[in-house]
């Protein structure tokens, strides 16, 4: 069983930034996805990474979030700068573990942009 360790959420005001961390202690991820809960709505996929870098965006992020991974830590992250008060809500990531083709999820962070 993988457990995820995600990190970096909190409460901004908007335009502001946070960084989130993903962590999949000892497993090397192939795919890793952000996603984004907004209350009372269903879970929709923010921005994914492939195992060789390339990433892709839901259109409302495009140019504000940037997802990127550190191999050497197993980690991926997502930079969210000028953030808006519709970012708001709780941030899970899901890993694909390679050895695996197993998916993971992390409990989420909760991220909460005031305006």
């Known amino acids: 069983q993988v457990q995820l360790e995600e990190s970096g959420g909190g409460l901004v005001q908007a335009g502001g930034s946070l960084r989130l961390s993903c962590a999949a202690p000892?497993?090397?991820?192939?795919?890793m996805g952000w996603y984004r809960q907004a209350p009372g709505e269903q879970r929709e996929l923010v921005a994914a990474?492939?195992?060789?870098?390339?990433?892709a965006y839901k259109d409302s992020v495009k140019g504000r979030f940037t997802i990127s991974r550190d191999n050497a830590k197993n980690t991926g992250y997502l930079q969210m700068n000028s953030l808006k008060p519709e970012d708001t809500g709780v941030y899970y990531c899901?890993?694909?573990?390679?050895?695996?083709?197993?998916?993971?999820w992390g409990k989420g962070t909760p991220v909460t942009v005031s305006s």
């Open positions: 899901n890993a694909r573990i390679a050895a695996t083709g197993s998916d993971y």
């Open positions: 000892g497993s090397i991820f192939s795919l």
């Open positions: 990474i492939t195992s060789g870098g390339n990433t």
